[in-house]
């Protein structure tokens, strides 16, 4: 009895141990297996930006034959162009000056011999200073900031008025602040429209440009406020008809304006 007991215990035993040596196998097994590398994501290739990219979005060509805003505003357009197609500083010599024609490009010849006579490189930066000073030099930048201080609305819609002071402060050299910009937009409003306008002491200058407009309206009718500007008539300088205070609280209810006594 004993003995079968022993015999039954001794195979229990094997058996445990045959199970530990297999599981010893295995985890040899998996230490030694290669790991796998996860699939890396496949990145195209960058394509190099072309002529034919920069063209696509119709540049125009620059004769110089231009007043000095043409000339800011051409210079401009191209750097709009170069942020969006994200060229790099050589393209960006290339393309512009494939766009010069006639006067302007009789002009870059000479300028680069210059250039190279003095040392100079011939690159990017350079250009665009060399092109400012031709085309937009220093005098006409201080004629645009005295613009700029004494602009008046005169026969421009309120719109007109607010574009071109915009494109002048770029000229001041002072920090303009939001509430100096409101002073400046009010003190050069027509007397029509700055009778209302003042007393509002609008700060915010988007709201200040809106309710500008909503007062012309009034004053002088959707239909005349969007014609076409005209200069040097008659008509412009007749005075406009005159809103008095409770008719423009009636139609505009978001601007209160205190009756003037």
Same mark, same amino acid.
């Given at each position: 009895m004993w003995r079968a007991q022993?015999?039954?215990?001794?195979?229990?035993? @094997?058996?445990?141990?045959?199970?530990?040596?297999? @599981? &010893?196998?295995?985890?040899?097994?998996?230490?030694?297996?290669?790991?796998?590398?996860?699939?890396? &994501?496949?990145i195209p290739p960058v394509r190099p930006v072309t002529m034919e990219d920069f063209m696509r979005h119709k540049p125009t060509k620059f004769s110089g034959k231009a007043t000095p805003d043409e000339a800011d505003a051409w210079?401009?357009?191209?750097?709009?162009?170069?942020?969006?197609?994200?060229?790099?500083?050589?393209?960006?010599?290339?393309? &512009?000056?494939?766009?010069?024609?006639? @006067? &302007?490009?009789?002009?870059w010849m000479g300028m680069q011999q210059q250039m190279q006579t003095r040392e100079e490189e011939v690159n990017w930066v350079n250009f665009k200073k060399r $092109?400012?000073?031709?085309?937009?030099?220093? =005098?006409?930048?201080?004629?645009?900031?005295?613009?700029? $201080?004494?602009?008046? !609305?005169?026969?421009? =819609?309120?719109?007109?008025?607010m574009e071109r002071i915009e494109y002048l402060a770029r000229f001041y050299s002072h920090a303009v602040i939001e509430e100096w910009r409101c002073k400046k937009f009010e003190g050069g409003l027509?007397?029509? $429209?700055?009778?209302?306008?003042?007393? $509002?002491?609008v700060r915010e200058f988007p709201v200040l440009v809106e309710q500008a407009? =909503?007062?012309? !309206?009034?004053?002088?009718?959707? =239909?005349?406020?969007?014609?076409?500007?005209?200069?040097?008539?008659?008509?412009?300088?007749r005075r406009s008809p005159r809103v008095n205070p409770s008719q423009l609280r009636k139609s505009y209810g978001a601007i209160t304006v205190e009756e003037s006594t």
């Open positions: 022993a015999m039954a215990n001794m195979r229990r035993r @094997n058996t445990v141990g045959d199970d530990e040596i297999a @599981n &010893a196998i295995h985890r040899m097994v998996d230490t030694m297996q290669p790991v796998i590398a996860q699939p890396r &994501a496949m210079l401009r357009e191209c750097e709009k162009i170069f942020w969006v197609i994200e060229c790099i500083k050589a393209q960006k010599l290339t393309f &512009a000056t494939f766009l010069l024609v006639t @006067n &302007a490009e009789y002009w $092109l400012q000073e031709k085309y937009f030099p220093d =005098s006409a930048k201080h004629k645009r900031k005295a613009e700029f $201080l004494t602009l008046q !609305q005169g026969t421009m =819609s309120v719109q007109a008025y027509k007397h029509e $429209l700055r009778h209302f306008i003042v007393p $509002l002491r407009k =909503s007062v012309e !309206q009034l004053e002088m009718g959707p =239909s005349r406020v969007n014609r076409p500007q005209k200069t040097n008539t008659k008509a412009d300088n």
